[in-house]
């Protein structure tokens, strides 16, 4: 019988734990949303939002639920231009949808800024279309600004960041329109499928690479 070749393993490998089997990848065009007004949303509970996009939301969705002052991470789509979106028709790469996390914070814990920095600090930032294995437009990432308060700050921390790695970073900056909830069984996924290979393989080890970056921030026991 003939052996496989050791790379071809890997590949077939690689693809297996990816998030995402069919979405299709686009270059990085502008958004129609970047002329529209943001949407402000009003605090729930003492509780204010914010919203992110950075590859599978699996991933950040347990990065976020990690940070001190998050008391609820939920995973959906937003960013792009049809309505109520799913997991297989925003896989298509023609939504316009990211794959998104709706972060639930307490203000006098963790302010916006640092929740900013956390999105930057969790990812590749320079990588364009995707995260790690996962890529497609709806893999990109986002972060949604609801004022001019919050743009402003996204804006220089992107801007610093470009300029310490003298790269370009890939993060588009939209004004929040509307967040869509995602199924179900997308909720608390990482935690609720510590054995899934891409959870092994991909999300779990983007969590402790994070957790490492920014010790102070990770609540206890977590």
Known sequence: MKKIPYIIVLTIS??????????QSTKNEKNPLQNINPVEVPMVDGLDRAYFASGCFWCVEAIYESVKGVKESISGYSGGHTKNPTYQS?????????????????????SFATLV???????????????????GSQYRSIIFYQNEEQKKIIEQKKKALGKKLNRK???EI??????????????DYEKRNPYNP???NVSIPRLKRFQSKFPELIKKNH
């Open 14 to 23: 690689f693809l297996f734990i990816s998030c995402q089997s069919n979405g």
């Open 90 to 110: 925003s896989n298509t790469g023609r939504t316009g949808h990211a794959e998104a996390v709706e972060i639930y914070y307490d203000p006098n814990v963790v």
């Open 117 to 135: 920095d956390v999105y930057f600090g969790s990812q590749n930032p320079t990588q364009v279309n995707g995260q790690g294995p996962d890529h």
């Open 198 to 200: 891409y959870i092994r």
């Open 169 to 171: 970073i890939a993060a």
């Open 174 to 187: 939209l004004p929040f329109q509307k967040f869509w909830i995602g199924e179900d069984y997308h909720q």
